[in-house]
């Protein structure tokens, strides 16, 4: 069967049908940020999905996203418009691995990043995210160690915004580890007052050139307060969409890859599309579903997380 000619219309339609709510990451494709209730970086999807009063929330963003969404609620049909919609962080710490690392360091809490496995958030105390991991840590008292997982690049910048010494899971991300220090440098030189914004998975060669550091949330409202003209964005480029709808007459300029990557897409958000997410809702398939101990103990440290936040 053919999708219909005009998607919008029809998204439309099945979200009054279903009594749903399109929540969006900033790094999903322009059309759905267009048509979504709510566009947010991580902490601001979980709150969305922590209050919705939906009956079916779509979940435009990737697989821990989404997971997040049903482990706060058990009772709502969560759906991704694309099942294999992963996330490379989360699939560089493996639950079992992560287990053996924890069991190595006793008397240690985890604070895990929240791109990770319902696994991983099962055997964490607290789930951070980029907007509030700083915060988090400065919470716990200084005596207590810390493990942080499972993204080094955001633990290192944590460890240097507080100060604190904390044991890494060494994992990072695909698309902010590509970003070529050189080449961001090379483009500083041809814009000289353009501001350079990074987001924390960036690695500590492309940090220490940007101007303010930031979850995509704060990215966007820190280009919305700056006086610049020209923007250096270090993040997947989907946020441009937003930083250039707030701005228009601002010029955004994506951070520069590596020699051997074509672009900073990042491939696992890139996996929604319109027809996609049309198609899920038609169908009501693909749904998040996981066991319900997994769930129950995933949900503990991802509600210290809000209680934390406030
Ligand atoms: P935030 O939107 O929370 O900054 O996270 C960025 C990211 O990489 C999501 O996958
Ligand atoms: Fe995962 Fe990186 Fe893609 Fe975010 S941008 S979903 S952290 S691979």
């Known amino acids: 069967i053919q999708p219909p000619l005009d998607l919008f219309a029809a998204i439309q339609d099945l979200k009054r049908d279903l009594n749903a709510v399109i929540l969006a990451h900033y790094y999903?494709?322009?059309?759905?940020?267009?048509?979504?209730?709510?566009?947010?970086?991580?902490?601001?999807?979980?709150?969305q999905a922590a209050s919705t009063e939906a009956e079916v929330i779509v979940f435009a963003g990737v697989h821990f996203m989404a997971e997040t969404a049903k482990i706060l609620n058990p009772q709502k049909q969560v759906l991704l418009p694309d099942l294999a919609a992963g996330c490379s962080l989360a699939d560089s710490c493996p639950p079992a691995e992560f287990a053996a690392f924890k069991a190595e360091h006793p008397g240690h809490i985890v604070i895990s990043y929240i791109n990770c496995s319902a696994e991983i958030k099962a055997l964490s105390d607290i789930i951070c995210t980029s907007s509030n991991a700083v915060k988090l840590v400065q919470q716990i008292p200084p005596q207590q160690p810390i493990i942080f997982a499972?993204?080094?690049?955001?633990?290192?910048?944590?460890?240097?915004?507080?100060?604190?010494?904390?044991?890494?899971?060494q994992?990072?991300?695909?698309?902010?580890?590509?970003?070529?220090?050189r080449k961001l440098v090379g483009l500083k030189t041809l814009h000289p007052e353009a501001e350079i914004l990074a987001h924390p998975e960036c690695e500590t060669a492309v940090l220490r050139h940007a101007d303010f550091i930031g979850s995509t949330t704060a990215l966007l409202n820190y280009s919305g307060r700056?006086?610049?003209?020209?923007?250096?964005?270090?993040t997947e480029p989907g946020i441009i969409h937003q930083m250039q709808k707030q701005m228009?007459?601002?010029?955004f300029i994506p951070a520069p890859p590596l020699n051997n990557c074509p672009c900073n897409e990042c491939p696992h958000m890139?996996?929604?599309?319109?027809?996609?997410?049309?198609?899920?809702?038609?169908?009501?398939?693909?749904?998040?579903?996981?066991?319900?101990?997994?769930?129950?103990?995933?949900?503990?440290?991802?509600?210290?997380?809000?209680?934390?936040?406030?």
Not at 28 to 47: R, V
Not at 171 to 181: I, N
Not at 248 to 251: E, G, L, S, V
């Open 28 to 47: 999903q494709e322009p059309d759905i940020q267009d048509i979504a209730d709510y566009i947010g970086d991580s902490l601001g999807l979980s709150q």
């Open 150 to 169: 499972p993204d080094r690049n955001l633990g290192r910048y944590v460890m240097e915004q507080t100060g604190r010494d904390l044991v890494l899971w």
């Open 171 to 181: 994992g990072s991300c695909m698309v902010h580890e590509t970003f070529s220090e």
């Open 226 to 234: 700056s006086d610049r003209q020209t923007f250096i964005v270090a």
């Open 248 to 251: 228009p007459d601002r010029t």
């Open 270 to 310: 890139r996996l929604n599309t319109l027809e996609k997410l049309y198609w899920a809702m038609k169908n009501r398939a693909p749904e998040i579903t996981l066991p319900e101990p997994t769930r129950l103990a995933a949900l503990q440290p991802i509600q210290r997380m809000l209680a934390m936040s406030h």
